[in-house]
């Protein structure tokens, strides 16, 4: 069965860190990019990073450029969102998902076969 499952997720002062896992069955992890994407309340999910199988080709959003690092152990099976220098408008809930079909990691939503249920992640100034 195809499993995303995401941790990590919690409350943070502004300028305070997270870290978010995304622990994946291995069918949806083997070879397959990974990326990461968010939701607030009242807005579309929107793209925030995404990498490769290998980790050599990572992509991210303007808004978490410089802050947010995502990065992956494929012997875990599991992928990783860095958050630092966190914001309040970084307020939302973050999902993992999983390309099945593609090389290269992808920002578009549709591009993304595989979610996880999502994971709170709320900043107050």
């Known amino acids: 069965q195809v499993q995303l499952v995401e941790s990590g997720g919690g409350s943070v002062q502004a300028g305070g860190s997270l870290r978010l896992s995304c622990a994946a069955s291995?069918?949806?992890?083997?070879?397959?990019?990974m990326g990461w994407f968010r939701q607030a309340p009242g807005k579309e999910r929107e793209f925030v990073a995404a990498?490769?199988?290998?980790?050599?080709?990572?992509r991210y959003a303007d808004s978490v450029e410089g802050r947010f690092t995502i990065s992956r152990d494929n012997a875990k099976n599991t992928v990783y969102l860095q958050m630092n220098s966190l914001k309040p408008e970084d307020t939302a809930v973050y999902y993992c998902?999983?390309?099945?079909?593609?090389?290269?990691?992808?920002?578009?939503?549709?591009?993304?076969?595989?979610w996880g249920q999502g994971t709170q992640v709320t900043v107050s100034s």
């Open positions: 291995l069918r949806t992890f083997n070879g397959n990019p």
């Open positions: 990498l490769n199988w290998s980790g050599t080709s990572t």
């Open positions: 998902a999983a390309d099945a079909y593609r090389m290269e990691p992808q920002i578009y939503r549709d591009a993304y076969d595989y």
